[in-house]
């Protein structure tokens, strides 16, 4: 026991550091996303997530955006827990047959103007679960969707920014 705590106190920690991180582009960006909203909706953007049945690495992704480095609320971006109250529904993961009625409940819940945005590899198309008996497929072939995110799973900053193009897309 001695000789491992004493090898700790001595050698380095085998995890990577991480990598720099741009606090200033991901202010702008999140600036950029509610002050869309606001000219879109005349209010910040309400969002709800659905995990139609994800490996929950996208989930991950997207907890992130409300850790204390994102801290996506200070600029007014909030995740809500109802689809009543939501703007955008941000689906994650194949839909599998378990989840379909679900999230078939949940997009005629959520009032309109609504978008759907598609999560995640799984969420475009079932990625790795695609052909599986369990899912139905990819979101749009259950609800219509009005954006992708692709990556497996993206990266926070590439949900904002996906989240920034649909509503700088949708006004236009
Ligand atoms: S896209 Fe990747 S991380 Fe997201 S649910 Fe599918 S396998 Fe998991």
Redesign the pocket.
Known sequence: MRKIIFKSLVQAPLTEKPPAADAAALAELAQRLDQAARQRLGRSLSIRQVDAG?????EL?IHALNNAFYDLERFGLRFVASPRHADVLLV???VTANMREALERTYRATPGPKWVVA?????FDG???AGSYACVGGVSAVVPVDLHIR???PSPTALLGGLLALLEHSAE
Do not use: I, K, L, R
């Open positions: 994800s490996c929950n690495g996208c992704e994650t993961g194949p999560v995640g590899d799984c969420a990625g790795v679960f990556g497996c799973p």
